[in-house]
């Protein structure tokens, strides 16, 4: 537990109270609770009294170590530690892996209201088979200049070559969904993370520009080459009844979608495919629908359900309220 820990004879001892209170008596002869705080380390920090706990924090569960509470040597006589199952970390200690995840609480109070409660959890350890993948991946890099992209692209060098068993995919979704969008970008296409070391020194930075043409109906056929495609899946769970088998052999058996009318064809692949290009680039979609394509367009704009669409689909029933020519209204995503 990462405390407020003020250092003040009544804060303290209504902090640890209330943990009391909340975690009660532990079984007999269980580990103790690690209790810490860093205001010894940094002072009062104010508003930044909550990131600076949350940042030990992370570092603890990163580096599966408990970090001292500096010039720690006794507690307040007030809190009675010793007749609790907690004590204050007062050297650097191992946190070896247990039968649960690694936890952590942070509690820590800021001037002005900025406060931090939240529990953190170490991630779990992926797979190992799941190392292999089916196929390339993209992965995108921005930055606001292009010194900020360089900077960025060193640091992930670095954290490849130290961590070779990082996951290329993991790699790919991180960089598109845990960063915003920035005008300079560099983009490659890799198998591995080796080969996408070596793309990353070779590839050009370039200004992110806007118009892009995707002919749907000419690419449903590479779908199948590619790895994670959850809302290919969420497809196919609506449509099983329908499509029969397609599930239970996707991916590995694209003829599967001969099966399928072109109509039928042309809607799923639409829809995954523009679901994967919002989960691994970093792009300005333009929607434009016509005729089947309205119902790949009405669903991704929200205007109704994915079983709602197939079903019109299926009947043959245009949407009300989708123009005569879309084409000429495009609907605008992002």
Not at 17 to 22: D, E, L, P, T
């Amino acid at each position: 537990l990462e405390l407020h820990g003020s250092g003040t004879p009544l804060g303290d001892a209504i902090e640890f109270a209330a943990i009391k209170r909340v975690f009660g008596t532990p079984a007999p002869n269980a580990t103790p609770w690690r209790l810490g705080a860093v205001k010894p380390n940094v002072g009062h920090v104010e508003m930044a009294s909550g990131i600076t706990s949350l940042i030990k924090t992370v570092l603890s569960l990163t580096n599966r170590v408990f970090y001292p509470t500096l010039n720690f040597q006794r507690a307040n006589p007030q809190l009675g530690l010793e007749d609790s199952p907690f004590e204050v970390v007062s050297r650097l200690t191992p946190w070896p892996e247990g039968t649960t995840p690694r936890t952590a609480g942070v509690s820590a109070f800021g001037l002005g209201g900025t406060n931090a409660h939240l529990v953190v959890q170490a991630p779990l350890s992926t797979p190992q088979a799941r190392a292999q993948q089916m196929g390339p991946c993209v992965v995108v890099l921005s930055a606001k200049n292009h010194n900020a992209l360089e900077q960025m692209q060193n640091a992930l060098l670095a954290k490849l070559a130290a961590h070779p068993e990082i996951r290329l995919q993991d790699v790919a979704y991180t960089l598109r969904h845990g960063r915003f969008s920035a005008p300079v970008r560099k983009c490659v296409i890799a198998e591995n993370c080796t080969q996408l070391a070596r793309q990353l020194r070779d590839a050009p930075m370039v200004e992110a520009t806007t118009g892009c043409t995707i002919y749907w109906r000419l690419g449903h056929r590479f779908v199948v080459a590619l790895e994670t495609l959850s809302d290919w899946l969420a497809c196919s769970e609506v449509l099983s009844q329908a499509v029969g088998q397609l599930l239970e052999h996707f991916p590995l058996e694209p003829a599967c979608l001969q099966d399928l009318s072109p109509a039928q064809r042309t809607f799923i692949s639409q829809y995954a495919l523009i679901a994967l290009i919002d989960e691994r680039e970093t792009l300005n979609v333009v929607l434009c629908g016509d005729g089947d394509g309205g119902y790949a367009a009405a669903v991704l704009r929200g205007d109704c359900t994915l079983e709602q669409a197939w079903h019109r689909l299926n009947a043959g029933q245009p949407f009300d309220d989708v123009p005569t020519n879309p084409l000429l209204q495009p609907d605008v995503c992002s």
